[in-house]
């Protein structure tokens, strides 16, 4: 299998999401100033979510799957709702109040098991592994060392310039949701 280098993430990131533009939210852009709903990338972005949109039903006989051994929560259907999501996300809960979860990006063929670090989750992260890797193939996971990396000329909605690791840049921000508080 390929090794995931860090050029590559960042080549697939700033492929759908420009260097430098700062926000999303178009009034706090001053005049003249890019605004990234304009832009190439945020039209590949939304292609992207599109496509999400349309290959769903995959994502849903996997998670149905996943759900009738384990307490799954899908966390996707904002994408349903004409969201602009960059991956289909989930999380399985381990005991009544840690959860781990899983991303299946839809910009690339990655995926992502964010673990919270507890002794359950590991034959539960290698079940889920394989069935994404049966049900998307080719995908292979992003190293905890490059997808903690941050990206730090990309902003996103809820993620300032600086802030957006090559994680939440391809999982979104709901990678961050299981993280202890």
């Not at 990338?41 to 149905?64: C, D, F, I, Q, S």
Request: hydrophobic fraction near 40%.
């Amino acid at each position: 299998m390929k090794v995931i280098t860090r050029s590559e993430l960042l080549d697939v990131v700033y492929h759908f999401y420009p260097r430098g533009v700062c926000c999303t939210d178009r009034s706090n852009v001053p005049p003249n100033e890019a605004f990234y709903d304009g832009t190439e990338e945020h039209r590949r972005l939304v292609e992207a979510a599109n496509r999400g949109r349309a290959e769903y039903p995959t994502w849903k006989a996997m998670t149905r799957r996943l759900g009738d051994r384990y307490g799954l929560q899908n966390e996707s259907l904002h994408l349903l709702a004409g969201g602009g999501d960059p991956a289909y996300s989930a999380r399985i809960w381990l005991t009544d109040e840690t959860a781990l979860s899983f991303h299946v990006s839809l910009l690339g063929p990655y995926y992502g098991i964010h673990l919270p670090g507890i002794p359950e989750e590991e034959p539960v992260a290698r079940e889920i592994a394989r069935e994404i890797e049966a049900t998307y193939p080719g995908y292979r996971p992003i190293p905890a060392e490059l997808g903690y990396e941050v990206v730090p000329d990309v902003a996103m909605d809820t993620v300032l310039m600086g802030e957006a690791t090559i994680y939440i840049c391809l999982f979104s921000v709901v990678w961050t949701w299981v993280d202890p508080v």
